[in-house]
T-cell receptor, first 114, second 114 residues
Framework: AQSVAQPEDQVNVAEGNPLTVKCTYSVSGNPYLFWYVQYPNRGLQFLLKYITGDNLVKGSYGFEAEFNKSQTSFHLKKPSALVSDSALYFCAVRDRGSARQLTFGSGTQLTVLP | DAGVIQSPRHEVTEMGQEVTLRCKPISGHDYLFWYRQTMMRGLELLIYFNNNVPIDDSGMPEDRFSAKMPNASFSTLKIQPSEPRDSAVYFC????????????FGSGTQLSVL
């Protein structure tokens, strides 16, 4: 079985400061990992993915994520937060050996304060 | 491309009534997913199709739920009869080929069953 945990329901950060949204995962094999973002009254939008290779993955809107196999984590980061980054962020995982189904975390509400 | 189009955006109905949600995926996409989002359970996969064929419907809550994809450009999710616990936001998403995990979500249908 595959699962993903986002330990923080809410993250607040001041504009211009670095941000981190945490994600840990559990799979039986090697993972595919993803981040999606959801703005109010909208569907989720793809941000980035890790399949293999470099542990630091760069995505849309200046976001990046770091894969850490030993800690089974895939934290989302951005060096300098913008007010417009305020949204709901979802981590997702898929076990490479599993059927074509993503398991999403419960989401983390990011609020960037001006 | 207009993206994934869902209708209606909002649906309010009474318990026991039939509800039909509609989805038009992005042209050329061969995967279509139906998700349900609630505060309590987060984002749940209900069913997905590949080339119009249902592949995994294990997430469909019960026999009251059914989904069809008669052609590559249209899918429906039907609830009959509807119950208050079905109230949620229902998302349709589509994707393509080997990058199937990069889902493109519609704006969702907010369903309220009174």
């Amino acid at each position: 079985a595959q699962s993903v945990a986002q330990p923080e329901d809410q993250v607040n950060v001041a504009e211009g400061n670095p941000l981190t949204v945490k994600c840990t995962y559990s799979v039986s094999g090697n993972p595919y990992l993803f981040w999606y973002v959801q703005y109010p009254n909208r569907g989720l939008q793809f941000l980035l993915k890790y399949i293999t290779g470099d542990n630091l993955v760069k995505g849309s809107y200046g976001f990046e994520a770091e894969f850490n196999k030993s800690q089974t984590s895939f934290h989302l980061k951005k060096p300098s937060a913008l007010v417009s980054d305020s949204a709901l962020y979802f981590c997702a995982v898929r076990d490479r050996g599993s059927a074509r189904q993503l398991t999403f975390g419960s989401g983390t509400q990011l609020t960037v304060l001006p | 491309d207009a993206g994934v189009i869902q209708s209606p955006r909002h649906e309010v109905t009474e318990m026991g009534q039939e509800v039909t949600l509609r989805c038009k995926p992005i042209s050329g996409h061969d995967y279509l997913f139906w998700y349900r989002q609630t505060m309590m359970r987060g984002l749940e996969l209900l069913i997905y199709f590949n080339n119009n064929v249902p592949i995994d419907d294990s997430g469909m809550p019960e026999d009251r739920f059914s989904a069809k994809m008669p052609n590559a450009s249209f899918s429906t999710l039907k609830i009959q009869p509807s119950e208050p616990r079905d109230s949620a936001v229902y998302f349709c998403a589509s994707s393509f080929g080997s990058s199937w995990e990069k889902l493109f979500f519609g704006s969702g249908t907010q369903l309220s069953v009174l």
